[in-house]
């Protein structure tokens, strides 16, 4: 009752003090994070979106596709300024007085018109002096006023905008820089035109300019000759409107495309982390709550059907917070056992002192001393096998494993006992017999300090039920890929319910003629967390004769081989 009274009186200071006692600070609810502004989403999101726009960017861009139009549509030209300039020679050629070729400016006016009307592409004609003798976007002459100019189509405002929006971003890309500037002059020359130039020559050519209102003009020139001899020069030029389109419609189909990619993109990525995410953010909570809760009513989910990564993360939470319980069920069970051993020969030492002070006898003095001393003497060894067990945990997992062999570390415990003062029975030594196959050594991974703790302790437990001058085997095997190790004595043997619970900590079964606080009981407890700590068994039973009749104790041991 005091206790809790303390407790409803506690002061902020002090219930500051309990949670460090503790190990950290009250419990706070965690932040839960959903959908984009998750980092773990954001991150999948991004990573997948980038992996998308790489190809798309490179797409594009489109830069070989766009200059394959353009060859074929250079192509187109040359071939129908040929069949054009064949049929110029036809019509408009005609012969001077001194003899010579030439090309009539009208006629060929004329047949310009007529082979160029709603073609779309503009056709010049050069004589052979290098003047320009037609147009056909000239109506009435090379000097016309009225020309005939392609007008912009009329815009809206949003389209407009989306225009100029696309024009913005297709800045982002190499366009048309690099190209030459078409300039027309007012009076028009061979000489202005390099492929012109070449046309008179003889030989057709192709170029491809830059214009900043109406883009990009192709242009070719072949020669109109009559049986070898060079009139003039015929000159086919168009914008490339059709093969913007052309890039414009693969461009559209792929932002559809990429539209569409990228909305599976997100939909998925978003399934995506919340698949990871949550199973997450649940863990991370359940584990919040087991470490801030009171008693055991949160449980970390299950999520090993999942089969992956969060699977085996569940997985292991689960069973380091079912090892956490077992520990902290030891440690409370190892506490209260250790209060219960330590509070015996306390109550025997305390009554002992209160009594020799009042015993004026000093024969009962003298045993009332020897109580005390043994009673001193008992908690001395408590303690001590107490402090081993307490560090064993710590000891095991720091310590290095290293080859032992186990048949040379029974030889030495058996040379050892035979040396040594062996507690006699009756005046008489227990015999040790030691069974070791030849062959090979039993080597095994292990700590060799630790490893004879535990042969130590079985030995001695078989020395202490051991009747007067009897046998103890110590036997070692190979079994399936370990070691096993047999120590078998003579003595009563153990009950058969009380196989498993030789194990367990201050097991105080002892024989009748041992003094008691002899042993503390936590040997074969000491011993079975060792080989459990080896990754090996431990295990009791009795051995029997042909009758049935238990003839002694048997401790088997086994170890896994190297």
């Known amino acids: 009752m005091a206790r809790r009274g303390r407790s409803y009186g506690m002061t902020g200071k002090s219930r500051k003090k309990r949670d460090k006692f503790r190990g950290g600070s009250p419990p706070r609810p965690r932040r839960r994070v959903r959908g984009w502004r998750s980092p773990l989403t954001r991150r999948v999101l991004i990573i997948n979106m980038a992996a998308l726009l790489i190809p798309i960017l490179g797409l594009l861009h489109l830069d070989q596709y766009r200059a394959s139009l353009i060859v074929s549509e250079l192509d187109a030209l040359k071939v129908q300024a040929h069949a054009f300039a064949l049929s110029l020679v036809n019509v408009a050629a005609l012969v001077d007085e001194t003899g010579t070729d030439y090309l009539h400016p009208f006629a060929t006016r004329q047949q310009m018109r007529v082979l160029f009307s709603d073609t779309g592409v503009r056709a010049r004609v050069f004589a052979r002096a290098g003047e320009l ?63 012109v130039e070449m046309a008179m020559l003889g030989e057709g050519g192709g170029r491809v300019r830059s214009d900043r209102r109406r883009g990009v003009i192709l242009s070719v020139a072949v020669p109109v000759q009559r049986y070898r001899q060079v009139l003039g020069a015929l000159m086919l030029s168009k914008d490339a409107d059709e093969v913007e389109r052309a890039v414009e419609a693969r461009r559209g189909d792929i932002l559809i495309v990429f539209a569409i990619a990228l909305a599976v993109t997100v939909m998925l990525s978003f399934y995506l982390a919340g698949t990871i995410a949550s199973p997450m953010h649940r863990l991370a909570r359940a584990a919040d709550q087991v470490r801030h809760g009171q008693g055991r009513k949160f449980e970390i989910p299950d999520f090993t059907a999942r089969g992956d990564e969060i699977g085996d993360l569940s997985a292991a939470l689960r069973e380091m917070t079912s090892a956490l319980w077992q520990r902290l069920d030891a440690i409370e069970g190892f506490a209260a056992d250790v209060a219960h051993e330590i509070k015996n020969p306390l109550s025997s030492l305390r009554s002992a002192v209160e009594t ?12 009332l001393m020897g109580i005390i001393v043994e009673d001193v003497e008992r908690l001395d060894r408590l303690i001590s096998d107490i402090s081993d067990a307490s560090r064993l945990d710590a000891e095991l997992s720091r310590a290095e494993m290293e080859e032992v062999d186990v048949g040379l570390l029974l030889e030495t415990l058996v040379e050892v006992h035979d040396v040594s003062g062996v507690a006699e029975v009756d005046g008489q030594k227990p015999r040790f017999e030691l ?128």
């Open 133 to 195: 003798v037609a147009d056909s976007f000239a109506l009435t002459g090379t000097g016309a006023k009225i020309q005939v100019v392609e007008l912009d189509p009329p815009e809206s405002g949003v389209v407009n905008h989306i225009g100029r929006f696309y024009d913005s971003f297709r800045a982002l890309f190499p366009g048309d820089d690099d190209l030459p500037p078409y300039e027309e002059n007012q009076a028009q020359r061979a000489a202005d035109y390099g492929e």
């Open 356 to 367: 020799v002070a009042r015993v004026k006898d000093p024969e009962q003095q003298r045993r």
């Open 435 to 562: 069974d070791l196959p030849a062959g090979a050594p039993f080597l095994i991974e292990g700590m060799e300090g630790r490893l004879g703790q535990v042969f130590r302790n079985i030995i001695a437990n078989a020395i202490t039920f051991s009747p007067p001058g009897g046998t103890i085997w110590l036997r070692a095997r190979r079994v399936d890929g370990s070691v096993e190790v047999i120590v078998e004595d003579e003595g009563p043997g153990l009950p058969d319910a009380k196989l498993e619970a030789v194990f367990d900590r201050f097991y105080s079964e002892r024989p009748a003629s041992e003094k008691f606080g002899t042993h503390s009981g936590l040997g074969l407890s000491i011993s079975k967390q060792i080989v459990d700590a080896h990754g090996g068994k431990i295990r009791a039973e009795n051995r029997r004769g042909p009758d049935g009749q238990v003839k002694g104790a048997r401790f088997v041991v086994t170890l896994p081989w190297e």
